[in-house]
């Protein structure tokens, strides 16, 4: 069965740093990949997705992701972390029509 | 476009009442909709998948009759949780998938903003 991990329950980083987010997933075959973002009480939003092709995907609000196929992870990246980024993060692989969440990274974002 | 409304937001409950909670795909009709369960500074677990005029799937050890999950319409699903307990508070989220076009490899999933329970 499919699962993912995030090893980092919790992040910090200063506004305008750069930002790393792990994420490695388990599947036996090819994943498609997502990283969702949820704010405070609010459903989760896409932020990139990964099916196949070009190994570095674009996402939404600066955001990107590379597929390491060798490492089995899906890092996400940011290079420059706004405030309005603090936020849950989750990475997901699907399988069998259903996605598969990671536990969770919760970014704090110091002024 | 792709919205997903869910109703209520909030909703708080007395111990052995049964809640209500809609979910209902806006701008699209929806193949399949989806019920997840977040417990505080945790993931999404789902309890059930559901297609439009058919039974609901659930996971294992979600109870089925304590989780109702009708789904009338490509546009709405309702999930209601019966004779609900303390232990039963939580986050309730849905989604709801279509394809986005012949080509798409898969049925993208759109997600609800979410209902809070509070069972006291």
């Known amino acids: 069965a499919q699962s993912v991990t995030q090893p980092d329950i919790h992040i910090t980083v200063s506004e305008g740093a750069s930002l790393e987010l792990r994420c490695n997933y388990s599947y036996g075959a090819t994943p498609y990949l997502f990283w969702y973002v949820q704010s405070p009480g609010q459903g989760l939003q896409l932020l990139l997705k990964y099916f196949s092709g070009d190994t570095l995907v674009q996402g939404i609000k600066g955001f990107e992701a590379e597929f390491k196929r060798s490492q089995s992870s899906f890092n996400l990246r940011k290079p420059s972390v706004h405030w309005s980024d603090a936020a849950e993060y989750f990475c997901?692989?699907?399988?069998?029509?259903?996605?598969?969440f990671g536990q969770g990274t919760r970014l704090t974002i110091n002024p | 476009g792709a919205v997903v409304s869910q109703h209520p937001s909030w909703v708080i409950c007395k111990s052995g009442t049964s809640v209500k909670i809609e979910c209902r795909s806006l701008?699209?009709?929806?193949?399949?909709m989806f019920w997840y369960r977040q417990f505080p500074k945790q993931s999404l677990m789902l309890m059930a998948t559901s297609n439009e005029g058919s039974k609901a799937t659930y996971e294992q050890g979600v109870e089925k009759d304590k989780f109702l999950i009708n789904h009338a319409s490509l546009t709405l699903s309702t999930l209601t949780v019966t004779s609900a307990h303390p232990e039963d508070s939580s986050f309730y989220i849905c989604?709801?998938?279509?394809?986005?076009?012949?080509?798409?490899?898969?049925?993208?999933?759109?997600f609800g903003p979410g209902t809070r329970l509070t069972v006291l």
């Open positions: 989604s709801a998938s279509f394809r986005l076009s012949a080509s798409a490899l898969y049925n993208e999933q759109f």
């Open positions: 701008d699209f009709q929806a193949t399949t």
């Open positions: 997901a692989v699907r399988g069998a029509q259903k996605l598969v």
